[in-house]
Every structure is written in structure tokens, then in C-alpha cells.
């Protein structure tokens, strides 16, 4: 608890009425695989649903930074732009969708990381 809502937590803690979260792994070396996790996400968003996203490094970094290390919200989407809820600065900012799909360094709306690693979707 010291350390956080672990990413198979957030989907049990995650609220909102009327909706279920289901967590999922993100690897954004299949592209086609996370590009249809952020087509739901863009649906959720297109219906108000928040969509948390956990982010982190990668396996050239070593293990412990490709664990997913960080929570951010996914508030809004248009045009393939996220506007993300990034608590760690307290900020509201933005990611593309192809900036999610071939991450290229440390950003801003990761809270600093560079992979999306984990994300909690809502379902049926």
C-alpha cells in the first residue's frame, strides 16, 4: 500500500458510475495490439469514462523500470490527442496517439517515463 494501487488493483479501485474496469498490459512493441487498447480508450473517453493508464520504462532500462511506475488519468480524446491528468505535477497535458504507439524518450504526460505499461479499461 506504501507504494501505491498496483495496476491488477486499479482496475478493482477504479470508480465510476455504472462502469467495470478490466486492467490489461500494454506492449507497445505489438503496435496493432495497443493501438486497439487506445481505440477502446478513445470510445471510453468519447463517452466521459476516465481511463487510467500506468506508465514506466522499458527492459533496456532493466526489469524495474519496465514494472509499471506511475498512474496518469486519460481525460479526453480527439483527433488522435489524449489530454491527460498527470498528478505527479498536478497537470493537465496532452499525448498523441503515436507518440503512445513509438515512444521516443521521457514525456511530459508519462510523468516522465516513456512507455504506457499497463491500462485499465472499462467493459461490459
Do not use: C
Not at 481525460?75 to 503515436?98: I, K, N, Q, S, W
Amino acid at each position: 500500500a506504501s507504494l501505491g494501487t498496483p495496476p491488477w488493483g486499479a482496475a478493482l479501485a477504479a470508480r465510476f458510475p455504472g462502469v467495470r474496469y478490466r486492467g490489461e498490459m500494454i506492449d507497445d512493441g505489438d503496435r496493432a495490439r495497443t493501438a486497439r487498447q487506445l481505440a477502446r480508450a478513445a470510445g471510453a473517453l468519447e463517452a466521459d469514462i476516465p481511463v487510467p493508464l500506468y506508465t514506466g520504462g522499458d527492459l533496456a532500462s532493466g526489469l524495474a523500470t519496465a514494472a509499471p511506475r506511475h498512474v496518469v488519468l486519460l481525460g479526453a480524446h480527439a483527433d488522435g490527442v489524449f489530454t491527460v491528468y498527470e498528478p505527479g505535477h498536478g497537470l493537465l497535458t496532452t499525448v498523441t496517439r503515436d507518440e503512445l504507439l513509438s515512444p521516443r524518450g521521457p514525456h511530459r504526460a508519462l510523468g516522465g517515463w516513456t512507455h504506457a505499461t499497463w491500462i485499465a479499461l472499462p467493459h461490459q
